[in-house]
């Protein structure tokens, strides 16, 4: 679907809630790109943001937390690829999700120390060492489990508030859409010519038309290989699991027909591509 933001008024939204709470708040489109919105982000994420490899691993761990959303949740907190408090949870326009609306960047309850701690254990690929970041980090503000509580249920209420004012509002696809947006939320499950067919209600010699005109001339497979090469390119800098765990997570369980996929469209292995990327950082994950 085509989804149009009225930017001004969610950009004002959202201001005024970090003026009131001090939690910066943002929303993300159904891929998990953030649309700009907000740029009163802490220290700690702007530097992040500003080095183009954390600003990759940020946009990865947005997209990553996106994909395992649980739907039958509202806001689900976590902590991000750099240890930092963040929760989602999905805008609707009647029964289907939009965007995302994203909170964070903050620390909760516990111990301050402990959580600089976990947070520098993820942060071994950062330049000039991860204490460089340490003063920044120790900006966060701290929330209790009472005020998280409190803002998410008020940000739950006003995602109604979103919908109700036409905020965000959805505009009928082009078969070329229905098909890019399928292949971006379904490339980790068993796909086919003639499911894919079934499930968008387009003809097989169209769906082949439709393809080649998105990859400029190649193939469906092209396509689907295309979209879990880059989520497995995304795993191999942004966790620790194994590569055949990246392998079926991305739709390609056997592990050697893996490999050759991903080294005939990068030119190498995954072993040496995440070595290459200097390994990862760690899983988004709750800190424990």
Not at 208 to 233: F, P, V
């Amino acid at each position: 679907m085509n989804i149009l933001f009225d930017e001004e008024r969610l950009r004002k939204l959202i201001a005024n809630l970090n003026i009131l709470t001090g939690v910066p708040a943002n929303i993300l489109d159904l891929s998990g790109r953030d649309i700009n919105l907000f740029r009163g982000h802490p220290p700690f994420c702007r530097a992040v943001n500003d080095l183009p490899e954390g600003h990759a691993r940020c946009v990865a761990c947005d997209q990553c937390k996106i994909q395992r959303y649980q739907a039958e949740s509202g806001f689900q907190h976590y902590r991000c690829h750099v240890g930092i408090c963040e929760a989602i949870m999905p805008l609707y326009n009647k029964q289907n999700p939009v965007a995302y609306l994203a909170v964070g960047c903050y620390l909760d309850d516990s111990s301050i120390e402990e959580q600089w701690e976990y947070t520098r254990s993820l942060l071994d690929w950062w330049p000039s060492g991860p204490d460089a970041l340490k003063d920044a980090f120790f900006q966060f503000r701290q929330y209790s489990k009472a005020e998280i509580r409190a803002y998410t249920e008020t940000l739950e209420a006003l995602s109604a508030y979103i919908q109700l004012k036409g905020m965000i509002l959805t505009a009928e696809q082009t078969d070329l859409q229905k098909l890019e947006l399928y292949l971006n939320q379904h490339y980790m499950e068993k796909l086919s010519l003639e499911s894919i067919s079934q499930q968008l209600h387009i003809g097989r010699t169209k769906l082949c038309s439709l393809a080649k005109e998105l990859s400029g001339g190649r193939t469906l497979s092209y396509l689907i290989a295309q979209r879990r090469i880059e989520a497995a390119k995304r795993l191999l800098l942004q966790s620790s699991m194994p590569i055949s765990a990246v392998g079926e997570t991305v739709g390609i369980s056997d592990y050697n027909y893996f490999s050759k996929v991903f080294r005939s469209a990068t030119g190498m292995t995954p072993s040496a591509f995440r070595k290459n990327c200097r390994g990862a950082a760690g899983t988004v994950s709750s800190f424990s």
